[in-house]
Nanobody
Framework: QVQLVESGGGLVQPGGSLRLSCRTS????????MGWYRQAPGKQREFVAR???????VYADSVKGRFTISRDKTENTVFLQMTALRPDDTGVYYC???????????WGQGTQVTVSS
């Protein structure tokens, strides 16, 4: 069973920052691009950011300039540094291994991010 374990979410005020982490197996991590998605209440899951095995990153327009995705091969972990958070960033954040724009595995439990004053 594939494990994708997200962590780092929480409650933050508008303008604040959070750093999300997603750990997986070395086999999955080393072979694939890794991506972050999010799902707001009552909405469909949407793409946030993706990073290739070589470190090339792609972002959704809504987070460009505010979020940074990175990966650490020593920890088999992908990170999402989020700054200048807004209430519309609220949602459950999920990670997955990616092939192009396609998620490869079942979604994990995600980590909740709530931006509110």
């Amino acid at each position: 069973q594939v494990q994708l374990v997200e962590s780092g979410g929480g409650l933050v005020q508008p303008g604040g920052s959070l750093r999300l982490s997603c750990r997986t197996s070395g086999t999955i991590f080393s072979a694939n691009s890794m991506g972050w998605y999010r799902q707001a209440p009552g909405k469909q899951r949407e793409f946030v950011a993706r990073i290739s095995t070589r470190g090339s990153a792609v972002y959704a327009d809504s987070v460009k300039g505010r979020f940074t995705i990175s990966r650490d091969k020593t920890e088999n972990t992908v990170f999402l540094q989020m700054t200048a958070l807004r209430p519309d960033d609220t949602g459950v954040y999920y990670c997955n291994a990616m092939s192009g724009a396609t998620a490869l595995y079942s979604w994990g439990q995600g980590t909740q991010v709530t931006v509110s004053s």
